[in-house]
């Protein structure tokens, strides 16, 4: 009887599917997943025979995007990709698949598009229509789940340990507020946690061989060692922390209307600072200003004159990178559209608790916080946002730094450099930029190493590529842009080979756009004398809108975009709490 089935499915594949009963697909379907092999599964059950199976059946089990066998040997070079945002995707994208295995290595198994994460957190998306699955039935991109803990230039391999339970975004930091300070990972290399993991958080450990290698594992924020910052502020990086300020804010005003809610703490959970007055914290500041004004308000009536939103930042004004024409009329707009702006302004302390009275022994949600600044000392928030700039991740600063043998084979050494007799005997290390940390690439975007006696040499199979990394002369300012057209041009040269033979990488400026709320948004343009300086304005609004829109990286979301900010626009953003 089930050699009769399986021939029968065998031909129903050929013929297609649809032709026997769903429960007859589904039982037979579990018996044919036994085995590890494709002989295995098909042949080995039965003595009949089966005839060949059809290009229908053959698609669905060759998988474009199937997963990535560290121990297999492809025909073709390895490129293992480490990270997935605007760097490594846009690179595995682009790589040739007739040429290269590209396989990507990160704990987020999604790509995000960044300049709607604010969007997103207000309400106005939905946080699927600004991802992209690193797996693709399209495209010939393989992935392992795993963060990076430590690499082997010598012998061309990735210590990696898989993190499929435990990604980094699916668990709230009230549950893992202690694991904030500590490192992700069991004790591999120089990586060490400053408490210890539970047992099923530690992933399995393994190898995974490259023949090229690109490190985009991106930045984290910089929190300027304030305390109380690491532990009780929320970041503005990944999807989970846009869905924990779109959480924390329904959050306070629910607990604002409680009647044994207090004035006094009212006004604190109603309270919302940002912290950084960058294109990040400016447009967060925006948007979680209109959804005020145009939702809240309208359900919470009573709350309007209760709330406010506060945009610090230590510079003496806001969107310090754009011109100062521009830049004063961002600080204009938001001023009058309700966020108030202070500038030159430093953070000295964030802890629970209200303000003037004593900290409180542990985080309690239901409360507020304190934010205490040198120059106006203590206030309560309901919300504190951290939105500055970047720093270097725990990889590249404690990973990538001395190596234990100089990589022969990778390595060359750099014009004018003379080479020493052993340069096994000589200690090297990293190049790296002496303020940030960041990787220092050449003009070819590949990592660079340094002797303790002054030599210099060039990983010829080795590149960095996004925030991570800085090019020695004219680096280009850490953005996505910039990160994209590195990973576009690097993926270009790969592709036709012979990258060291070809002119270095180039950044070329397209402009700067940012969004000030109440539909008016600002555009600085590169320098130019046929074209006006900036935009600002309903206009640039516009701009802003169709950019963005068109540069979703697929039509789905394009279009489930268009179709969010149409539906937001009639009838309103959601405002349920889940």
């Known amino acids: 009887m089930a050699n009769k089935a399986l021939f029968a499915v065998g031909l129903g594949m050929e013929l297609g599917c649809s032709q026997f009963p769903r429960a007859t697909?589904?039982?037979?379907?579990?018996?044919?997943?036994?085995?590890?092999?494709?002989?295995?599964?098909?042949?080995?059950?039965?003595?009949?025979?089966i005839q060949p199976i059809g290009p229908i059946f053959k698609r669905h089990i060759t998988s474009k995007g199937s997963t990535a066998d560290p121990g297999s040997a492809p025909d073709r070079e390895r490129v293992v990709i480490l990270g997935s945002g605007w760097g490594g995707y846009t690179l595995s994208r682009r790589l040739s698949p007739s040429k290269f295995y590209p396989t990507v290595v990160s704990p987020r198994s999604y790509f995000v598009f960044t300049p709607l994460l604010t969007d997103a957190a207000a309400g106005s998306l939905n946080f699927s229509e600004i991802v992209e699955p690193v797996r693709d039935r399209k495209s010939q991109v393989h992935y392992i789940q795993a963060a990076a803990r430590s690499v082997d230039f010598n012998k061309k391999t990735v210590m990696v340990?898989?993190?499929?339970?435990?990604?980094?975004v699916t668990e709230s930091p009230r549950v893992e507020r202690s694991e904030r300070e500590t490192d992700q990972g069991p004790q591999i290399g120089n990586l060490r946690g400053k408490e210890a993991l539970r047992k099923w958080e530690a992933g399995q450990v393994f190898e995974v061989p490259y023949d090229k290698l690109v490190i985009a594992v991106g930045c984290v924020s910089r929190t300027f060692n304030t305390s109380g910052v690491r532990q009780n502020a929320m970041f503005f990086k990944d999807i989970g922390d846009a869905k924990r300020v779109k959480r924390r804010v329904r959050e306070c005003f629910e607990l604002a209307v409680m009647p044994t809610t207090s004035f006094e703490l009212r006004k604190n959970l109603l309270h919302f600072a940002i912290v950084g007055a960058g294109p990040t914290g400016t447009e967060l500041a925006a948007a979680l200003c209109d959804f005020l004004h145009d939702d809240m308000f309208q359900?919470?009536?009573?709350?309007?004159?209760?709330?406010?939103?506060?945009?610090?930042?230590?510079?003496?004004?806001?969107?310090?990178?754009?011109?100062?024409?521009?830049?004063?009329y961002a600080m204009t707009v938001m001023s009058r559209e309700g966020v108030e702006v202070k500038t030159n302004h430093h953070i000295q302390e964030l802890r629970w608790g209200e303000p003037h009275k004593d900290p409180a022994p542990e985080m309690d949600p239901k409360g507020c916080l304190t934010l205490k600044t040198k120059e106006g000392g203590e206030e309560g928030v309901g919300m504190c946002v951290w939105a500055t700039g970047n720093e270097m991740n725990k990889f590249v600063n404690d990973s990538l730094g001395p190596l234990e043998q100089f990589?022969?084979?990778?390595?060359?050494?750099?014009?004018?450099?003379?080479?020493?007799?052993?340069?096994?005997?000589v200690a090297w290390k990293i190049k790296k930029a002496?303020?940030?940390?960041?990787?220092?690439?050449?003009?070819?975007?590949?990592?660079?190493?340094?002797?303790?006696?002054?030599?210099?040499?060039?990983?010829?199979?080795?590149?960095?590529?996004?925030?991570?990394?800085m090019l020695e002369s004219d680096s280009p300012p850490a953005t996505a842009q910039a990160t994209n057209q590195e990973a576009c041009w690097l993926a270009k040269r790969l592709n036709k080979g012979g990258i060291g033979q070809e002119p270095g990488f180039s950044f070329k400026n397209f402009g700067m756009i940012a969004y000030l709320g109440s539909s008016k948004a600002l555009m600085q343009i590169p320098s130019s004398e046929h074209l006006p300086k900036g935009i600002k304005g309903r206009t640039a609004w516009l701009i802003w809108k169709g950019a963005y829109l068109t540069m979703s990286l697929s039509w789905r979301n394009r279009l489930r975009i268009l179709y969010s900010w149409m539906s937001n626009w009639a009838f309103g953003r959601d405002i349920s709490r889940y």
């Open 25 to 49: 697909r589904q039982t037979v379907g579990a018996k044919l997943r036994i085995g590890s092999t494709w002989k295995d599964r098909y042949l080995s059950p039965t003595n009949v025979k």
């Open 161 to 168: 340990e898989a993190c499929v339970v435990k990604s980094g």
């Open 299 to 328: 359900i919470y009536p009573k709350l309007k004159d209760s709330t406010r939103i506060t945009l610090y930042d230590v510079a003496p004004k806001v969107l310090s990178m754009f011109d100062k024409t521009l830049s004063d």
């Open 407 to 425: 990589p022969t084979f990778s390595a060359l050494f750099q014009p004018g450099h003379t080479s020493p007799n052993d340069p096994k005997s």
């Open 434 to 469: 002496p303020k940030t940390g960041a990787l220092l690439v050449d003009n070819h975007l590949r990592v660079q190493l340094e002797s303790e006696d002054g030599r210099g040499a060039v990983m010829q199979d080795v590149f960095a590529l996004g925030d991570n990394c």
